[in-house]
């Protein structure tokens, strides 16, 4: 696995920064257009602190409160979101690990060779957004108009092993720790499940 990385596959939409490189494991944070409040999306641009760890845990703990429509926590939703996933298993990515939160996921994959990993989240969030629409029906509006997903992801390349197996345990257990379940086997949208 090693440390080793190159500067020139960093790349930057104008908020987060990202590592684009093949045959590396990445571990892909993305979430719902409305998981977060207003009120703590406009504290989080406000902080212009360095201190990238402390904002990513402050917004892991907003995304496990619970907030927005939860759409995911619909078990249709769910799977779909997972055989999205799974469809392109072992040809763009090997898939790892996942879980799907209420109002986020998690995903560990490590990327094939000549695949971009921004290609790759841009058709899950395409066509999960399509899907999610048709499955939830006319009815359903999502509270920021025309937006299922938020258009930033979080991505952190995997270092070393020990830094592989810390992210599959904390992929595991979100849903212990967002208090959904008591052990990470009893919640049925991640790779532990299955």
Sequence with gaps: MGQEFENNLWRNRGYLPHYDATSKYQMITYRLADSLPQKVLHKLKEDTSEDNLERRKSIEEYLDRGYGSCILSNPEVAQLVIENWYFFHYKRYDLVSY????????????????????????????YTANQ?????????QPAIPGTVWQKEYWDRFIRDENHLNKAISYILNNPVK?????????????????
């Design 99 to 126: 879980v799907v939160m209420p109002n986020h996921v998690h995903i560990l994959i490590k990327i094939f060779k000549n695949q971009k990993l921004s290609e790759i989240i841009h058709s899950w969030k395409s």
């Design 132 to 140: 999610i629409r048709e499955t939830l029906g006319a009815g359903w």
């Design 178 to 194: 967002a208090g959904l379940v008591a052990k990470p086997e009893d919640w049925p949208w991640s790779s532990v499940s299955t």
